[in-house]
């Protein structure tokens, strides 16, 4: 199985076959994921992604901004290495 980080290269057409030099490949600090795209990952809803991490067995997100809140690719692969 492929990370999301994987699929976003292909998608956007970011890797080794890329012809022009300024593509950058986005580090995995840079990722954020929506409460959607984390429930996707796993094939759950929303909400059990939520109940989770309300009782802390899943990480925490960050507040990114007021009414924006996305966990960070690299505390998810961090937490499934773990696992």
Not at 20 to 46: H, I, N, T
Not at 47 to 63: C, E, N, S
């Amino acid at each position: 199985m492929g990370t999301i980080a994987d699929w976003m290269q292909r998608k956007r057409g970011v890797g080794a076959e890329m012809k022009s030099a300024r593509a950058k490949k986005p580090s995995v600090e840079q990722l954020y994921l929506s409460d959607s795209q984390v429930a996707a990952r796993y094939g759950v809803a929303r909400t059990t992604i939520w109940r989770w991490v309300r009782l802390d067995a899943y990480p925490a997100p960050r507040k990114i901004a007021p009414g924006c809140t996305r966990w960070s690719l690299r505390s998810i692969e961090a937490w499934e290495q773990e696992r």
